[in-house]
């Protein structure tokens, strides 16, 4: 993601950054993650699964595995061979299976089979990186954290809300710009942004909310 040129748009002023979150809010008061889960467990799982997979391709393979494993627990039972066998269709999944078993084995031996709620013990776990602690700590916690994926970061710098070389870079400088009234749910109204309008190849301008406001300079029709 990094490795690649990415577009730079003209940087927007505050006024147009508070503008632009009023009318996310104003059109979808409360956003929420398109990953599947019936608990905390679930959604750390699905989040864990869903590194280089589509958010789509996750909730097919989460309805089989899910439907075995519901919990840490089970899930630990299952083991890293049986939970292999119910994501196949996704990628780098044997890897993932390793980390799921392993995951649930600790969060039975260290948190009860609960979820932590603190980024540290959330980043102690197998398969949980910043980005992950990050949708875990906002979906969950109600935590103003901005997880910075693909969608995020081309967005970010492409209309010029917050230009950065990394997806730290980036997070840090949406945090210091986002308005705070609008940090709880910015995660995910920016995920959804950059996943259905502000798309990578030919963005869908025609149809975006805040055309008149972000700072990319060639705008489609």
Not at 76 to 104: C, F, M, Q, T, V
């Amino acid at each position: 993601m990094t490795g690649t040129a990415t577009a730079i748009g003209r940087r927007m002023t505050n006024a147009q950054v508070e503008e632009m979150f009023r009318r996310f809010a104003a059109a979808e008061p409360a956003p929420n993650t398109e990953l599947e889960f019936g608990s905390p467990f679930q959604l750390l799982a699905a989040v864990v699964l869903s590194a280089q997979a589509t958010d789509k391709g996750v909730n097919l393979a989460t309805r089989r595995l899910f439907a075995k494993a519901a919990t840490a627990e089970a899930m630990a039972s299952l083991g890293a061979d049986g939970i292999a066998e119910e994501i196949r269709s996704i990628g780098l999944y044997r890897n993932k299976a390793r980390n799921l078993a392993a995951l649930s084995r600790q969060l039975l031996e260290r948190h009860g089979g609960e979820v932590p709620s603190t980024r540290s013990e959330l980043e102690a776990l197998p398969g949980v990186g910043r980005k992950t602690a990050n949708v875990v700590l906002n979906t969950l916690y109600g935590e103003p954290t901005i997880a910075v994926d693909t969608h995020l970061f081309r967005l970010a710098n492409r209309t010029g809300l917050a230009p950065g070389k990394d997806v730290l870079a980036v997070e840090r400088a949406l945090l210091r710009r986002i308005p705070k009234t609008y940090l709880r749910h910015a995660h995910h109204w920016l995920i959804l942004h950059g996943r259905y309008v502000c798309t990578a190849r030919r963005p869908r301008c025609g149809r975006c909310l805040v055309r008149d406001l972000c700072g990319c300079r060639d705008k489609t029709d």
